[in-house]
Every structure is written in structure tokens, then in C-alpha cells.
């Protein structure tokens, strides 16, 4: 701690010294504690005041309707004397069972009547205090030690006909007791009280952490070899049952994408293989078997396009890696003119490919975008389709609503529905058989398609019968 302080002026300058190293110090210890430690302290400390300022209330409530009742039953009993009194039936010897003290004052201020070992001769009260106490008309405390009476004494005064006078008083001590023993039951039993919810919420925020600590557990693991480990998942729906799910999600997500960059690389490698192997086997039948130069010059044009093809595969991995890397974001968004963009690209095609903009000379067709990207999903097209068909390709370009879009058709031999999807995959060709100079990876339609997404458009692949229909709907800006 105290090297911790010492070498926290570095971190802190501002802070003036003394009373804010202590707090800091304090702060920081606090933080350090665990989540189990703090909520029940702060659950605690919170139960505390409550419980401390339920006691004061109840304390006083209790007093004062104690109080109340001693009034209430003196009154009782002075309006009973009152009564007797304006009759003129009062008995010599007042009798009182629940020792309530009676005097009775006539107008010249002496005693007529008292109850049994009640002074006869003082009253309890002098004349001036009867009156005020009349005025008042409610009870008031009296001190018995003058009258021989060691207690403090609750008096209440009436006044009956012909100038008379009734005094009744209690004890009032024993009031003051039965208050003291409620206190002392509550200074006890308040600390016992507050332990045991201490306790109480010490297990149960214990309890409701467990779920936590096995999450916790169950994250440390899973480990590089055992990635399909999931976190355990609590039986109850509550926050740690949701952030579980969520983690199990997320560890799914991780792990698919995962798979993808093994399977990538994997599929890639294997693509290298065999132009490498090509190029190798080239080389080493022109060196076991050396001819003239016409044989060097096959040689050289075999090992080209060994190479271009082998060029080509890199470019196109190179332009999934960038995709990936994005996470479907685009590194360029300008606005791209497709009626311009389309015919210059397919210019290189010559007669191959047929264009087509609709409402030509008119509006522009204009998305945003990345130009090369655009292109390349153009040219990806057109290749698939000169691969396969018979008659010139055609490219049309026109908008609908508030897409602008793009179909390349061919009428070759179309793709069977059920393959429509699945060719979209990475390093998915559908006829591997044929000759190796004519196809590529597998990679082009895959690039198309995840350029498109980056774009916020769709592509898909539908029957042009015959032949096939690329269309690519991307949102006019
Ligand atoms: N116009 C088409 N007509 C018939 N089949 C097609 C057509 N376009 C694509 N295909 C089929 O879909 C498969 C996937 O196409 P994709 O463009 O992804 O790969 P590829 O053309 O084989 O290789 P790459 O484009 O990487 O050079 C092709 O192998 C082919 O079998
Ligand atoms: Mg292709």
C-alpha cells in the first residue's frame, strides 16, 4: 500500500496531497474487493440506517402513545371524581385500584377528599398551577419528590361545580420503563437483526454470482485445441443466462469464421498444387530431355500459363482477403457511372459481348461505390459467360425503382437450380472435369458476390433458357 502511494504522484498530479491519498487509498481498496464483498456491504450498510431509523420512529411511537393512554385513563378517572363530585356524592374516602392519585380542591383551596395515602393537606398542585393547568386542559409532568413521592408523576386537573377541584396523578416511571425495555430490546436486537441479513444476502449474492464464476470457469477452458466448447449455460432466464447465450453466440461466429480462414487456406494450397507440380514436371522433362529450342520455347509458354493462372489465383485471393478484412465494408465509396463504367469494361470483349443501357443517351446511371471493385464483378461475369456460350454474351444495364440493374446472359448450358446457390461458395466449380486452361478456382462468382453485399446490393442466377442469366441489383445513389 505504502509503496503503492508513493509512486502515485506520477499518476495524479493535481490532486492535492493528505485527505485525497487517504480517499484515494480508500477508493481504490473498495474497488479491489469482490462484487460478492461490495453488494453485501452496500445491501448492509443501506439496512442499517433503515433499521436505525425504523427503531427511532418506533421508539417514539411507542412513547408517545403510551403517553397518550396514561392521559386518557387519568382523564377517565378525574371526570369519574368530576361526576361524584357535582352530585354531591363523593365518600369520605376515595378508593383507587389502579393507583391513581385523586385530590379534591375546594374553593377556599383545601382538601375535601383524597384517595387512601394521598397528602391531605398540600395539593398537588398550588392554586396558580391549577389554573394554569386548567387553561391548558391537558395533562402535564410533576416531580413526586416534593410530595414524598420518589417518581416523576403525569397530573391532570378538572373542575367540578362550587369552585372544586379535582387533581388525579400517576406514576408515570413505569411508562418510562416499559419505553427503556422496548429500547433495549431494539439496541440488541437491531445489530443481531442486521447480521443476519448480512448473511442472509452475503449466500444469497453468493448464490446469484455462482452462475458467473461457472461462466468464468468454463471460459478458462476452453483453449486453442477445444475451440467447439461452449459456455455453460444457467437454467434460469435471467441477465447471466442472456450473456452466456450471447458469448455461445459470439464463440459460434468465431469459430465459423474460423473454419473458413482453415478451409481457405487449405483449398488454396490445394489450388497452388497443381500449376506448381505443372510448372515442375514442364521443367523437368525439358531438362531429361534437351532438344532444341523450339522444345524450350513449349517449355516456356507451358511454365506462362502455369504462371498467369497462378498470377490470377493470387489476385483473386488477394481480393477475398481485402473483403474479409473490411468485414463486408467498402475501402472506397465515390460515385460510379455504370452507363459508363459497363461499356468500357466490356470494350476488350470486341464482338464477344453485346451492350445494351436502356434509355440510352439519358439519365446517368450512378451508385456508390468502388469503381475497380464494380468492374471486376463485370468482368467476372463476362468471363463465366464466354466460357459457356454459344452466341455473343449480352450485358444489359437499366434501373428499376431505386436500383440500378446489371444482367450478363449467355446461352450456354445454364446451371441446374439446385447448384444456383452453391456456386457463389468459394473454390466451388461445378465442372472440375474440363480441361484446366478453360477454368479458374472457383473463386470469381464468390468475389462477385461479396463485392455486391459490400455494395448493399444482391446478386443471383436465373434461367435464361436457354442459358444463364447473372443479374446484379445494385441501390441507385
Ligand atoms: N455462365 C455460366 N454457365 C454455366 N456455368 C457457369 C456459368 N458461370 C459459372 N458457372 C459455373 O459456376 C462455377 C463457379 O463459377 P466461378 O466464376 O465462381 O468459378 P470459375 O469460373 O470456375 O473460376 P474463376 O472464376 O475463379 O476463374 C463454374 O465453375 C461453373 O461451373
Ligand atoms: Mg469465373
Redesign the pocket.
Known amino acids: 500500500m505504502a509503496a503503492e502511494s508513493s509512486g502515485a504522484p506520477g499518476g495524479d498530479g493535481r490532486a492535492e496531497p493528505g485527505r485525497s491519498t487517504g480517499a484515494r487509498r480508500t477508493a481504490g481498496w473498495w474497488r479491489r474487493r469482490s462484487l460478492r464483498f461490495r453488494l453485501t456491504a452496500v445491501a448492509s450498510a443501506v439496512l442499517a440506517v433503515a433499521l436505525a431509523v425504523s427503531a427511532h420512529v418506533m421508539m417514539g411511537v411507542l412513547a408517545r402513545a403510551l403517553l397518550d393512554r396514561t392521559d386518557e385513563s387519568l382523564y377517565q378517572r378525574a371526570r369519574g371524581v368530576v361526576s361524584l363530585a357535582d352530585a354531591g356524592r363523593l365518600p369520605g374516602e376515595l378508593t383507587s385500584s389502579d393507583g391513581t392519585l385523586i385530590q379534591v380542591v375546594d374553593a377556599a383551596g383545601r382538601i375535601t377528599h383524597a384517595t387512601t395515602g394521598t397528602d391531605r393537606l398540600v395539593p398537588l398542585l398550588d392554586a396558580r398551577k391549577r389554573a394554569a393547568s386548567l387553561t391548558e386542559g391537558r395533562a402535564r409532568f410533576l416531580d413526586g419528590e416534593p410530595y414524598g413521592i420518589p417518581h416523576l408523576l403525569r397530573v391532570r386537573v378538572l373542575s367540578a361545580d362550587r369552585g372544586q377541584t379535582v387533581i388525579a396523578a400517576r406514576v408515570f416511571s413505569e411508562v418510562e420503563t416499559s419505553v427503556a425495555t422496548a429500547g433495549r430490546v431494539l439496541v440488541v436486537g437491531t445489530p443481531l437483526l442486521l447480521v443476519l441479513l448480512a448473511a442472509v444476502s452475503w449466500v444469497i449474492v453468493g448464490r446469484t454470482l455462482r452462475p458467473i464464476a461457472a461462466l468464468r470457469r468454463g471460459a478458462e477452458e476452453i483453449t486453442g485445441t477445444a475451440r467447439s466448447r461452449r459456455l455453460p449455460v444457467p437454467e434460469s432466464r435471467d441477465e447471466v443466462y442472456s450473456l452466456a447465450t450471447t458469448l455461445n453466440a459470439m464463440l459460434d461466429r468465431l469459430e465459423r469464421a474460423d473454419a473458413r480462414q482453415r478451409s481457405l487456406v487449405s483449398d488454396a494450397a490445394h489450388e497452388l498444387r497443381s500449376p506448381l507440380a505443372s510448372i515442375r514436371l514442364q521443367l523437368e522433362v525439358a531438362l531429361g530431355h534437351p532438344g532444341g529450342a523450339d522444345d524450350w520455347r513449349e517449355t516456356a509458354e507451358g511454365v506462362l500459363e502455369d504462371t498467369t493462372r497462378l498470377t490470377?489465383l493470387a489476385e483473386?485471393l488477394l481480393a477475398l482477403a481485402r473483403l474479409d478484412e473490411r468485414g463486408g465494408a467498402l475501402a472506397r465509396r465515390e460515385p460510379v457511372r455504370l452507363d459508363d463504367l459497363v461499356p468500357q469494361t466490356v470494350e476488350r470483349y470486341g464482338g464477344a459481348v453485346t451492350v445494351r443501357i436502356a434509355g440510352e443517351g439519358g439519365a446517368a446511371v450512378t451508385v456508390a461505390g468502388d469503381a475497380l471493385d464494380l468492374g471486376r464483378v463485370l468482368v467476372?461475369l463476362v468471363?463465366?459467360?464466354l466460357?459457356?456460350?454459344v452466341s455473343p454474351v449480352l450485358v444489359e444495364l437499366r434501373t428499376e425503382g431505386a436500383d440500378a440493374v446489371l444482367t450478363v446472359a449467355?446461352d450456354?448450358?445454364?446451371?441446374p437450380e439446385a447448384d444456383r446457390e452453391r456456386?457463389?461458395d468459394r473454390f466451388?466449380?461445378?465442372?472440375s472435369a474440363r480441361s484446366r486452361d478453360e477454368?479458374?478456382?472457383?473463386?470469381?462468382?464468390?468475389i462477385v458476390r461479396e463485392t455486391v453485399d459490400a455494395h448493399g446490393g444482391a446478386v443471383h442466377l436465373e434461367d435464361a433458357s436457354p442459358?444463364?442469366r447473372?443479374v446484379v441489383r445494385l441501390p441507385l445513389s
Open positions: 490470377r483473386d467476372n468471363d463465366n459467360a466460357r459457356h456460350t449467355d450456354g448450358p445454364g446451371i456456386v457463389f466451388t466449380r461445378l465442372d477454368g479458374g478456382a472457383g473463386l470469381g462468382l464468390a442459358g444463364l447473372a
